[in-house]
């Protein structure tokens, strides 16, 4: 496995790479903010494409990513970080949206718990999915990292609020 650290308007991002694409993407806040494991290797260079597409996401020009992606986890985690992927830009969904357009209606929770495993943050945008009322629930990454991600892409989406 490669590593970077990349900056970002919310500190240095762990980025993690494999042979098929990119495996991870962690915040530098939260609950268990990732370590550096002994046995990757650090290759800034293996990073270009992330580093450059992350650039343009945090300067308000990209509004979708288009990269290798290497997720792992069991087989629903992976159907719900698809899920996650369809959720636009700006836009914010439910877990029990996410668990009925899987065919789950009573899954909101399990939605919920691979939701939060989601090791790709941004790009597979976790921080998109809010509680039934509305709320900003959990975020690996922490509420202020999702407060600020989703205040972010408001103002760079087009849909504000009360417009």
Same mark, same amino acid.
């Given at each position: 496995?490669?590593?970077?650290?990349?900056?970002?308007?919310?500190?240095?991002?762990?980025?993690?790479?494999?042979?098929?694409?990119?495996?991870?993407?962690?915040?530098?806040?939260?609950?268990?903010?990732?370590?550096?494991?002994?046995?990757?290797?650090?290759?800034?260079?293996?990073?270009?494409?992330?580093?450059?597409?992350?650039?343009?996401?945090?300067?308000?020009?990209?509004?979708?990513?288009?990269?290798?992606? =290497?997720?792992? %986890?069991?087989?629903?985690? $992976?159907?719900?970080? +698809?899920? /996650?992927?369809?959720? *636009?830009?700006?836009?914010?969904?439910?877990?029990?949206?996410?668990?009925?357009?899987?065919?789950?209606?009573?899954?909101?929770?399990?939605?919920?718990?691979?939701?939060?495993?989601?090791?790709?943050?941004?790009?597979?945008?976790?921080?998109?999915?809010?509680?039934?009322?509305? =709320?900003?629930? %959990?975020?690996?990454?922490? $509420?202020?990292?999702? +407060?600020? /991600?989703?205040?972010? *892409?408001?103002?760079?989406?087009?849909?504000?609020?009360?417009?």
């Amino acid at each position: 496995m490669k590593y970077r650290h990349l900056d970002s308007p919310l500190g240095a991002l762990l980025l993690t790479r494999d042979d098929r694409g990119l495996a991870g993407l962690y915040l530098p806040t939260g609950r268990r903010p990732k370590q550096v494991s002994a046995s990757w290797t650090r290759d800034d260079g293996a990073f270009a494409d992330v580093a450059a597409q992350l650039g343009e996401y945090f300067a308000g020009r990209r509004h979708e990513f288009d990269l290798p992606l =290497s997720p792992h %986890g069991s087989a629903f985690q $992976l159907r719900v970080w +698809q899920a /996650l992927r369809a959720i *636009e830009y700006g836009q914010t969904t439910t877990y029990g949206a996410i668990a009925r357009s899987l065919g789950i209606p009573a899954g909101p929770r399990a939605v919920g718990l691979a939701n939060g495993q989601n090791p790709i943050s941004i790009i597979v945008p976790c921080h998109r999915v809010i509680g039934a009322d509305g =709320s900003l629930t %959990g975020y690996g990454g922490g $509420l202020p990292a999702k +407060q600020w /991600l989703l205040s972010h *892409e408001a103002a760079h989406s087009g849909l504000f609020a009360g417009a």
